[in-house]
């Protein structure tokens, strides 16, 4: 079943003078129950725009969406009862404590106060449950955020920047409820704005820049798309990566710590190992890998520009 899907969705910000910003282009895409979506893009490319028109917050310029095959308004406001959803910053009242905070989520949704204490230990919450907001860390209150968005136990979990601003444990434990979620059968949609975290947590992935879709698909189709060599060999590596770049057949290069990674057209790695020897460097490391997203979006768009790095 298609769960959010859009159609020439479009969004222009309108100024006093000039032609204002056209946010989201043309946006073209489906999700289906089940996957964890990544919507992918960097900073200002219209990923908080796209989900606050889904959720009703914004009005769409041009184009259409539908929310569990939904579009009219009162199958939209159905829709959104489905929806558990975070939009930019995770926003409560500061002098509550977490637990209280959620006491008023559950009103608000009309669920049982039961549900609480289930959601807070799903978040690991449980032992900070009576801390107030704002003595909370921004690890806790992301996770805070997530917790709201289960109450109601929803069929479609939609998360902007879920791990924004955290550290590598804090982005590993966000990963983890996510991957628990995803378990449980539910479908999330989620931005992101890094390659990392989205290659690491979601089943399929749209890249966008400037609004516009570049790439939309599974992410195991993006990264088993070509193979990537991965070449070890005394001295620097730029002089390896250059003499790398110039095998037929290579694509984009790049150097990863002490190796050199290269995108083969197919297979070749003995003509690479002969092609490399020809010019007196003897490898001391050669290895077929799979793609990461970051060398599949390097090949799709030139430059990761504007992207996060997450560990
Ligand atoms: N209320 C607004 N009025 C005018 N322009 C806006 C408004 N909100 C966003 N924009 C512009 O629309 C574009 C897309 O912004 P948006 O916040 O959707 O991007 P984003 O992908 O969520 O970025 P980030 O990663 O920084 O959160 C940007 O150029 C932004 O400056
Ligand atoms: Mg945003």
Do not use: W
């Not at 899907?5 to 006093?16: C, D, F, P, Q, W």
């Not at 056209?22 to 489906?30: E, K, N, Y």
């Amino acid at each position: 079943m298609t769960i959010i899907e859009t159609e020439g969705l479009s969004k222009r910000y309108t100024a006093l003078r000039g032609e204002g910003t056209l946010a989201v282009d043309q946006l073209s895409v489906q999700v289906e129950a089940g996957q964890v979506y990544g919507f992918l893009g960097p900073n200002g490319s219209g990923k908080t725009t796209t989900i606050g028109m889904l959720l009703g917050i914004i009005n769409p310029s041009g184009g259409a969406f539908r929310l569990f095959g939904g579009s009219s308004p009162a199958e939209l406001h159905a829709a959104r009862q489905r929806i558990g959803a975070t939009l930019e910053y995770p926003n409560f009242y500061p002098y509550l404590s977490c637990q209280d905070n959620l006491r008023i989520v559950a009103r608000v949704k009309g669920s049982a106060e039961t549900e609480i204490s289930e959601v807070l230990d799903t978040v690991g919450l449980a032992p900070r449950r009576k801390t107030k907001f704002k003595a909370c860390s921004l690890g806790m209150k992301q996770r805070l955020a997530l917790a709201a968005t289960m109450i109601g136990d929803p069929a479609l979990i939609i998360l902007d920047e879920p791990a924004n601003g955290l550290d590598p444990a804090g982005q590993r434990e966000i990963r983890g409820i996510i991957r628990e979620l995803a378990s449980r059968g539910k479908t999330i949609f989620l931005s992101s704005h890094m390659l990392h975290e989205v290659e690491r947590t979601c089943t399929h992935v749209a890249i966008i820049e400037t609004g516009r879709l570049v790439r939309e698909g599974s992410v195991d189709e993006l990264t088993s798309a070509r193979t990537v060599a991965a070449v070890g060999a005394d001295g620097e590596m730029e002089t390896l990566q250059r003499a790398v770049s110039e095998f037929e057949g290579a694509g984009h290069t790049r150097v990863d710590g002490n190796r050199v990674l290269v995108q083969l057209a197919d297979g070749g790695l003995s003509e690479l190992n002969r092609f490399l020897a020809g010019r007196g460097i003897y490898a001391s490391h050669l290895s077929l890998e799979r793609q990461s997203l970051e060398d599949a979006f390097m090949e799709i768009t030139g430059a990761p520009e504007g992207f996060g790095e997450v560990q």
